[in-house]
């Protein structure tokens, strides 16, 4: 269906090629996965299946990539529509209509298809993705999962032969995530489509896939069946790390898999527990909201919430898809709309110095309560930061210099700051490239380091991790334990519960609005199955979160 035959993708600028003498043939009804590093060319790998690569991104193609016998050098992108459907990271820079409905019946009226044709696609599609209720939404309402379905919705509608996502779960919730990834295999195993899926979260996906293409950065494309593939690269989702530690092989791929060989791990268990969770701080809040209200036209997003923040404490903010997550974070820091409520801050600006390279900054220092909606933007900045989901709103300059020069200059931090911050999360990002030409996870590397260069008492981080590999997750982890070591209070917006199981103190679940459970990591993670990590899940009932707290119990003493 699909075939690279020596192909090579270079671009204007002069750097390394994303993709060196590639060949290979994916085969009808498969779903291949695409992994690697952030800024590996997984992205170039997906644009050239249905030719953005090179006609819209530019950039240079040698070789010969075909689709269902189509040479995309002969056939631009509008002449594969019938067959190939693409699914970008960020899912409201593709819409081009105003509502669900519309979105979703757009590429099919394109096609010249029949109006009864149009209708009866349209509500299988909503039943699939399980998006009924959203039709007459206006797409810029949505939260960020329920837009990310809406636009895999709309490329399903027109039934193509190949299904390519970059991306799809990355701003879903896990059950939503589940149920995404349920409708795509059906695609497969029932209609023959062939999928071809980029991924950095592999938890959620490496047990449905085929094949696994694998970019190691320097242009290659290691591909094979997943468990092969992963036994040899330093990118690997918690299951797999668990099978090292274990000892299993063949290394297993799905939680049933990994429960099934559990026996020998949980008699080296026996009598092991976890460490206890640090007692919580015994101090005033540095945050404080209370009663937060937040409406929008037809629903009320955030109903009466209350919150406190510690100092050094990190609190994830978890539930599913528009269940008030980002609304509250906007409302607290004070860019949002808040129609009701009151958010007080304490410590001045500069309360706390900015993370260096190498070492925490100084403690919070105590000074007058303010709340942040009342002060201009860049004052409130100062004593509340927040970075979107969709980080690249942030960014406004020319170059990655620039940006970091600008962040390091408006916060009074020594030259070079940001830059540092960026290099702990992204390595190597060149910094004459402008915004707009990075990856997904390259962009929001940027964000968080500016934001993180100005070092508020309190940070707020909304999807954080989403575009983010294995090893700048980990990157990030150690930065927010930096921050939360030097006294900062950070809170987590995330549906990555590996992440949280990992970096949080607190779980926050929100439903509708309101808070549902309010508790310890452990408390909430090991009593639900949506949010249990796959360490927890395979473990049960025993009480285990992550691999780090295997390991560290396991070793010799």
């Known amino acids: 269906m699909i075939t690279f035959d020596r192909v090579t993708v270079r671009y204007a600028d002069g750097g390394p090629p994303p993709l060196r003498d590639v060949t290979l043939r994916i085969e009808e009804g498969e779903l291949c996965l695409v992994a690697g590093r952030t800024g590996a060319g997984k992205s170039t790998l997906l644009r050239a299946i249905n030719g953005l690569v090179p006609h819209f991104t530019g950039g240079t193609l040698h070789g010969t990539v075909a689709v269902d016998g189509r040479d995309t050098r002969r056939y631009p992108p509008r002449d594969l529509a019938d067959t190939v459907g693409v699914v970008g990271q960020d899912p409201l820079a593709g819409f081009v209509t105003d509502t669900v409905e519309e979105e979703l019946a757009y590429g099919m009226e394109q096609l010249a298809l029949s109006p009864a044709a149009m209708r009866k696609r349209v509500e299988e599609t909503l039943d699939l993705l399980g998006i009924a209720e959203l039709r007459g939404r206006a797409l810029r309402t949505l939260s960020g999962g329920q837009q990310q379905r809406v636009a895999i919705g709309a490329v399903l509608t027109s039934h193509p032969q190949v299904l390519v996502l970059d991306e799809p779960t990355s701003a879903l919730d896990p059950t939503a995530a589940e149920e995404v990834l349920a409708a795509v295999t059906r695609l497969v195993h029932d209609l023959g489509v062939t ?61 049933r898999d990994a429960r099934r060989r559990a026996g020998d791990l949980h008699r080296r268990l026996a009598g092991v527990t976890p460490p206890a969770p640090a007692p919580a701080p015994d101090t005033d809040a540095v945050l404080t909201a209370r009663r937060i209200v937040v409406r929008y036209p037809g629903t009320v997003a955030v109903a009466g919430v209350d919150l406190d923040l510690h100092a050094g404490r990190v609190v994830a903010l978890m539930g599913r898809n528009g269940s008030g997550k980002s609304s509250l974070l906007w409302a607290v820091q004070g860019s949002g709309p808040r129609q009701g409520g009151t958010v007080t801050v304490t410590g001045p600006p500069g309360a706390v110095g900015p993370v260096r390279a190498g070492g925490p900054a100084g403690p919070v220092r105590a000074g007058g309560p303010v709340d942040p909606g009342a002060l201009p933007a860049g004052r409130a900045r100062r004593y509340v930061g927040l970075v979107p989901q969709t980080p690249g709103d942030l960014l406004y300059l020319e170059t990655v210099d620039a940006e970091c020069g600008q962040a390091d200059r408006e916060t009074d931090a020594p030259a070079g700051t940001c830059r540092a911050l960026l290099d702990q999360l992204t390595p190597g990002l060149p910094g004459d490239r402008h915004p707009r030409d990075l990856s997904e996870g390259q962009r929001l590397a ?112």
């Open 446 to 557: 940027l964000a968080l380091a500016v934001q993180l260069t100005a070092a508020p008492p309190v940070i707020l981080l909304d999807e954080p991790t989403r575009g983010l590999d294995y090893q700048a997750k980990r990157q990030f982890t150690a930065v927010v334990r930096e921050l939360a070591a030097a006294g900062h209070a950070v809170v987590l917006a995330t549906h990555d519960v590996e992440l949280v199981a990992t970096l949080a103190d607190r779980v926050v679940v929100l439903a509708e609005g309101e808070v549902v459970a309010d508790g310890s990591t452990a408390e909430i993670m090991l009593a639900s199955p949506a949010f249990a990590p796959q360490v927890a899940k395979v473990l049960a009932p025993a009480p285990w979160l992550t691999v780090e707290q295997l390991t560290a119990a396991l070793e010799p003493a």
């Open 195 to 255: 999928v071809v899926l980029a991924e950095h979260r592999l938890e959620r996906v490496v047990q449905y896939a085929d094949r696994l293409l694998y970019l190691p950065g320097d242009g290659r494309v290691v591909d094979g069946t997943p468990a092969d593939v992963l036994a040899g690269v330093d990118l690997a989702p918690p299951l797999v790390q668990l099978g090292r530690l274990a000892g299993w092989t063949p290394l297993p791929l799905s939680v």
